[in-house]
């Protein structure tokens, strides 16, 4: 069976509750410091809204917070000094861990974490990506796919050069180079039902398109779903 499926393009913890933004602990390169850049996209479709933290794992430090974040949407680029800096995501305005990683930030790279179901359950996970600093060239574009279902298990993609088989849950592909304009790709579940996923892309464009929610939903759930976004700053 085959569907066609519309996209969308689209310091403490009690000071999470006291301010609605902090600045990042760079907010602008410079070149006297080395800084990575990160931003936040929200894809855990169980969760409410979130606040997305960065700390200092140095006195766990507060360093920035992203108040009150949203399914389905994505956030800007904040520009943070390099080395080891943990992430948590806490449902907005309060104290509740209910995620956290480290990762070490790299110099004059750039990142994105993604706030992803943990399965068909509640709970929700952080999954960090490191995002491509190429430029695509003219009439090309880059797109890479982000595996965020809730129950949808492995999956395979095909279309214009793209192919991942067996792609698993919190799985992040490769980028591929694709033309510009027009495309569509097909989602082979393992149940062997397909799924045809159009897409627009522009010249240079570089895109993140991730599958997230359920396959197979109660009432209450999210239904799966294929969201584009454009890896820039907003």
């Known amino acids: 069976m085959k569907k066609n499926l519309h996209i969308e393009t689209v310091v403490s913890l009690l000071a999470l509750l006291m301010i609605s933004a902090c600045a990042p602990d760079i907010n602008e390169p410079n070149d006297a410091l080395p800084s990575a850049q990160v931003r936040f996209i929200h894809t855990a479709s169980t969760a409410q809204e979130l606040d997305f933290a960065v700390m200092n794992t140095v006195g766990a430090t ?5 108040r009150e974040t949203r399914y389905g949407r994505q956030y800007r680029y904040d520009f943070f000094k390099t080395g080891e800096r943990e992430f948590r995501l806490l449902p907005s305005r309060t104290t509740l861990n209910i995620a956290r990683t480290v990762t070490t930030l790299e110099a004059n790279k750039k990142f994105t974490a993604f706030a992803i179901d943990a399965g068909n359950t509640t709970d929700t996970l952080l999954l960090i ?8 060239s003219d009439s090309k574009a880059f797109v890479r796919f982000i595996h965020a279902s809730s129950d949808a298990g492995a999956i395979s993609i095909t279309g214009q050069n793209v192919s ?8 992040v592909s ?3 180079t694709v033309d510009a304009g027009e495309q569509t790709f097909t ?32 009432s209450s759930q999210v239904p799966l779903n294929v969201r584009s976004f454009l890896d820039a700053s907003l």
């Open 174 to 176: 490769p980028y591929f």
């Open 62 to 66: 507060l360093l920035y917070v992203q």
């Open 129 to 136: 990506a490191q995002d491509t600093l190429a430029t695509p």
């Open 187 to 218: 989602i082979q579940f393992s149940d062997n039902t397909t799924l045809d996923v159009p897409q627009t892309f522009f010249s240079q464009g570089v895109f993140t398109l991730v599958i997230s929610g359920f396959r197979n939903p109660s």
């Open 164 to 171: 991942i088989q067996n792609f698993e849950r919190r799985g």
